[in-house]
């Protein structure tokens, strides 16, 4: 699914800072400061981003790097999925975002599924736990979990937040323009099964 450089830039950001997280050697430290340097040269070759901008991506971050938890709220209604569109660039996702620190996966959904459309939700079943670097996402700096969690809406009313710009129900077969790095088309599939048969199990990978 990912692109052999981008998994090759990954890898050694990844092995850099955990060489810089228990490294005491000043020499050590010295060759894991390099490696860094070189991860963020191929980022900077291959996506045209400026090497500031990558540079704070990848030292922004401290200790044993691991993946990033993401959630998404999935809402059924009348056979349609709750999205969002994003602000940042007019597409569609599942209300989610990046897990806060000390919230649960549950409460980290709830949260942005108010935030994002307004609804006020319990939480019923986790669906899926997909790996973005088995997934048709495009390329990204970062390796992700992404945790779909259903819920069912019980108070609130469709609101707007500081990231979204609308709020709507979509069939399976007329989903609108995703915000892929989000979620991906096969995903959405993949979570609508859970629909025709709720009592599947969880999905993960």
Known sequence: MSLQWLDWAKRIQ??????????????????????????????????????????????????????????????????????????????????????????????NVIKEMKEESGYEVKVTKLLAIFDSTKHPHPPQPYHYYKIFIRCEIIGGAPITGIETTDIQFFSENQLPNLSTDRNTESQIKLIFEFLRNPDQPTIID
Not at 20 to 32: A, M, N, Y
């Open 14 to 107: 990844f092995l850099s800072q955990a060489g810089l997280t228990f490294s005491k050697d000043p020499f050590d430290i010295e060759r894991f400061t390099e490696l860094r340097t070189i991860s963020a040269e191929i980022m900077q070759t291959y996506t045209g981003l400026e090497m500031d901008k990558i540079n704070d991506l990848f030292t922004n971050e401290t200790g044993f790097q691991t993946p990033k938890a993401d959630v998404r709220g999935v809402v059924f209604k009348d056979d349609q999925i709750l999205m969002v569109r994003e602000s940042n660039n007019n597409r569609w996702s599942l209300p989610g975002g990046f897990c806060d620190i000390g919230l649960s996966p549950s409460e």
